[in-house]
Every structure is written in structure tokens, then in C-alpha cells.
């Protein structure tokens, strides 16, 4: 249980954090989004824990209220293409690719860290929807750019799952094609290849749900 200062000082890091992320988000919301994040900071109650200040407390909570919004739309997705947007445009660095450098200096293995990217459960080839993401292995060793890689090799080595179970059954891949987001990492890709043994070919990385749907 954390003491009274420590409370203090952790509430004080949330509150100002949310309220730094809205003055940098603001500029890249539509008018909808805009009004639901300004109806939210009128809803503040007059009392401000005494850990923030009332402008970061009213931008905390419209930040929750964007939140929820965008939540029960089924738009959760929305906030990382905003907070994308805004390390790009601050940076002039995509977050995938400053994830990559991170990741590209662990070795292969993660030193023994081992991710399960079971989020959401897992289809093919476990077919288990209570299947759970797990780390394995962490330790004060482990460092940020560890973890990264350990969820690149975890989607790796579910891939590669998919192949073996795919080739027991007759069906063997010879060559593999890589479109979506996660093909827009070079590194990512390499380690696939690398997990697989096949060689990857990437046509295009950011027209997957498009060309897909115009093909149906």
C-alpha cells in the first residue's frame, strides 16, 4: 500500500500527464471529438485533489470522456492513430519505428523473455478464446526494447505454428506475403522470416482492410 506521499506524488504524475497529452492532442481531434473532450472537463467537480491543478484535473477527465466515447463507438483504435500522429509530428520519428530501434539492439531470444500473444483469446491453430497474453522470464534485467522484441518473436513463433500444424495437414507455404501495419516494420518482418525459414514478400503495408474489401 503506497504511503500518503507516495499517493500524493503518483496522482500528480496521472493528472499532469493526462493534462500534457490533451494540450498536445487537442490540435488533431475533429469538432466531434473536441466537443465530447470539452463536455467532459465541465463535468469536473469543483473539489480538485489537491495533487493537480483544476486545468489538469477538468483535461484528465475530458481525456476519460473521449476515452469512453470513442470506447462504446468501437473506436479505441482512434487513440493510438492520434497519439501516433502526435510523436510523429513531434519527433518527425513514427512510434514503430522508435520501437524498432529499441528492439533491434536485444538479441535474438530476449535473453530468455518469452511472450504469448494471446490477447483476445486464439483462434487457429489453438482455438481457445480464454487463452491469455503472458510474459515469461522478466526480471530487473529486462529493459523496455526486451519486451518489444519478445511480442515481434511471440507473433513470430505463433506464426510459425500455424505453418507446422498447416503442413501436418497437407498444405505447405512456400512463400509468404506480409500486408497490415506490422509490415511496415522491417525488423518485425526479418524476424518472421528468420522464425519461419520462408521468405516474406511485402506487395503493400498499409492497404490490407481496403484491397481486401474491394476483392469481396
Known sequence: VLDEASQYETARFDLSGGYAAMERLLPLLTDEEADVYRRGRNTAPHSVPRAATRAQYQSATGLEAL????YLQGRLDRLNELFERMMKEETGVSSLN????????????CDGLVFLPYMAGERSPIWNPYAKGVFCGLDFSKTKGHMVRACMEGVALSL??????????????KVLRAMGGSAN??????IKADITGKPIVVPASDTATTLGAAML
Open 98 to 109: 522508435q520501437l524498432n530501434e529499441i528492439a533491434e539492439k536485444v538479441s535474438p531470444g
Open 160 to 173: 510459425r505454428h500455424n505453418l507446422e500444424v498447416a503442413r501436418e495437414a497437407g498444405a505447405e507455404a
Open 67 to 70: 476515452f469512453g466515447w470513442l
Open 185 to 190: 516494420s522491417l525488423l518485425w518482418t526479418q
